[in-house]
């Protein structure tokens, strides 16, 4: 018998009618023949007003009685919505997380799912019923409430259609699908057919808060088939699949997506010297908080600066603890904050050139000034004052065209990647750590080098005319990372291949001409290092451990940058073999 999972987010459950609405759904999928198992979201703004109550009380209340508290939302939605179906004629039975068995470590408000049985609700199922789960919630060892983090009843969904090997997952939610960026501070933004996972994965983590990131690297794991669709739309009206399809081949840029409350830290004049970054980084992972868009400069006079940005919540908590490294290793720690960050996302941007100068057009024409920015195969971010963000959103937007439907469709064999699905003792295998880290691949690059204009002009447009120089010699540029300058004086370092460094070194000595900038800098042969898997920039230590290992084996990271699918680091060619066969060894229990 098919079995399907139906999440309804807050939203759809935001009065009786739409309670009634979404029982009558999954009435409907069961009379079809399926077994239901429906993930419920706390009724409308519930956990906001929630967070609300709690802040009236203290500034920082214990993260155990947070989830204590947050976790009492869907719990009021879950029994609303089984006397529904009762009423409406049917039998259902709701269950907490706990009662369905969803395990998590002990990492309150963001906690990880370890495990899920599933006998509880096949039970139930069998006899007929309706599951209706709380979604969000788990309990540790100890039978301690835990929640997963916001938004997070999208990963309880996705993670029960795992474990039952459902045939589908519906998100039903107040949007008709996945759209190019969100409909709502760009209103042409265009419904997607389809998504792949990696784009949604980074769409999901740069701010795309229509899906929680963590629910697609279920999905991407498990190969569980995803469905985003109106809650509100009384006819079977296709959302969008998020799947192993991206939506077209020939697009390079897919979607966009903003994250608004961004803060840097930057710490400056910390020794050049291996190991430097594990202390910090190591730390943060400690704490739990999630880092991106690290920025390091090239040292001089044995000191180097390096910044990062955190999310303004984990701000207070990420400056005590790079405050004690820097106490330790010396260095002073700065901060800003009222700071987003604009993405492009598309898997057609690894192999097509021109996308970095466009992006970077398109914001200094509208007057933004970029403040660092940090790639991936496929992404590029941008760091700009917040109050600037919705504008450099629709920017880009409109620079790629989103709102146009794609001229060419995808399907297999056209590059895109297909999953094979796996085997159900496989997946039972990798479900006794559900939400443990996997890494699928370590690789060496050494076809690249790097070019770096330092003391760059903190001001629109310099980034643009620099990449517009670039690309007009159909440079393919792989890693760009920028910031972290002193005075106000930005540095810019890339990678193209190498037999292509010559010329790019000529391009960007030009460029510093004209702008008044530079001196230029190069290295025409470095080599990248990459560790591959699934929601690895959200798993806080894999950033760490790569440190740790690197530096235990006496090697300087020189660039690096992050994505949910993969972290590069830059170091010196002769380092590579190196510093492959320690990141080999310190990743070795978590090779998938
Ligand atoms: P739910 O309560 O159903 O989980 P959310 O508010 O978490 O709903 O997510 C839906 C919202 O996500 C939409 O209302 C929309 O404003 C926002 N959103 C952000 N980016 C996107 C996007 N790329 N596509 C669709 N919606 C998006
Ligand atoms: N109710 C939780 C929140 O608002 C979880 C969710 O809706 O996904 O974050
Ligand atoms: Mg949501």
Do not use: W
Request: glycine share 8%; with cysteine; hydrophobic share 45%.
């Amino acid at each position: 018998m098919s079995l399907i999972v139906q999440k309804f987010g807050g939203t759809s459950v935001a009065t009786s009618e739409k309670i009634m609405g979404a029982a009558r759904k999954a009435i409907r999928a069961q009379q079809q023949g399926h077994q239901v198992v429906m993930v419920v979201s706390a009724m409308g703004k519930q956990t906001d007003v929630l967070v609300d109550l709690a802040r009236q009380i203290t500034e920082q209340p214990p993260a155990r009685e947070m989830d204590m508290l947050l976790s009492t939302g869907e719990q009021v939605s879950v029994a609303l919505m089984a006397m529904a179906i009762h009423a409406l004629g049917g039998q259902a039975v709701s269950l907490t997380g706990g009662q369905i068995g969803i395990k998590t470590d002990s990492s309150h408000t963001k906690a990880r799912i370890q495990s899920i049985s599933s006998e509880r609700m096949r039970k139930h199922l069998d006899d007929g019923h309706i599951v209706i789960a709380a979604g969000f919630q788990g309990v540790d060892d100890d039978y301690n409430i835990t929640t997963l983090g916001r938004g997070g009843s999208d990963t309880t969904a996705v993670a029960l259609a795992a474990v039952l090997r459902a045939d589908s997952c519906e998100i039903y939610t107040d949007v008709d699908g996945v759209f190019t960026t969100d409909p709502r501070i760009v209103p042409s933004a265009r419904k997607m057919e389809r998504v792949s996972h990696d784009e949604m994965l980074e769409l999901a983590s740069l701010g795309a808060g229509v899906m929680h990131s963590r629910s697609i690297e279920f999905g991407k794991k498990f190969d569980v088939p995803i469905h985003v669709r109106n809650s509100a739309s009384f006819s079977d009206e296709p959302g969008s699949i998020i799947g192993n399809l991206p939506e077209s081949s020939d697009r390079a840029v897919s979607g966009c997506a903003l994250t608004k409350n961004e803060a840097r830290i930057s710490l400056t004049g910390v020794p050049d010297k291996p190991g430097t970054m594990h202390r910090i980084f190591s730390r943060l992972a400690t704490v739990n908080i999630a880092v991106d868009m690290i920025v390091q400069n090239i040292g001089a006079a044995g000191v180097a600066d390096i910044a990062f940005t955190v999310l303004e919540t984990d701000l207070p908590a990420a400056l005590k603890t790079v405050g004690e490294a820097a106490r330790e290793l010396g260095g002073e720690v700065s901060h800003d904050a009222n700071l987003s960050k604009v993405s492009v996302v598309g898997l057609g941007m690894a192999t097509q050139t021109g996308v970095a100068d466009r992006m970077f057009r398109a914001l200094a024409d509208a007057r933004v000034n970029i403040q660092a920015i940090s790639t991936s195969q496929i992404k590029i971010s941008a760091l700009v004052e917040r109050a600037q963000g919705m504008e450099a959103l629709r920017a880009v937007h409109d620079e790629f065209e989103l709102e146009k439907p794609p001229q060419s469709r995808a399907s297999f064999g056209d590059g895109a990647t297909k999953v094979e699905r796996p085997s159900p003792v496989d997946v039972v295998s990798r479900l006794q750590r559900m939400e443990d880290l996997t890494i699928d691949d370590i690789r060496l690059d050494q076809t690249q080098g790097r070019i770096t204009i330092s003391q760059l002009p903190d001001s629109p447009g310099i980034a643009a005319e620099i990449f517009e120089a670039v690309a007009a010699e159909s440079l393919l540029v792989d890693m760009i990372v920028q910031g972290a300058g002193r005075d106000g004086l930005a540095n810019l370092s890339f990678t193209v291949p190498r037999d292509a460094v010559l010329q790019a070194v000529g391009v960007a000595m030009d460029a510093a001409d004209r702008l008044g900038c530079g001196p230029v800098s190069s290295d025409a042969t470095i080599a990248i290092l990459s560790v591959f898997g699934v929601g690895i920039r959200t798993h806080v230590g894999v950033g760490a451990r790569m440190f740790k290992a690197l530096s235990e084996a006496g090697i300087n990271v020189e660039m690096i940058n992050t994505s949910e699918v993969r972290v590069n680091v830059v170091v010196a060619a002769d380092k590579g073999e190196a510093g492959l066969k320690a990141l080999r060894t310190a990743f070795a229990d978590v090779m998938g």
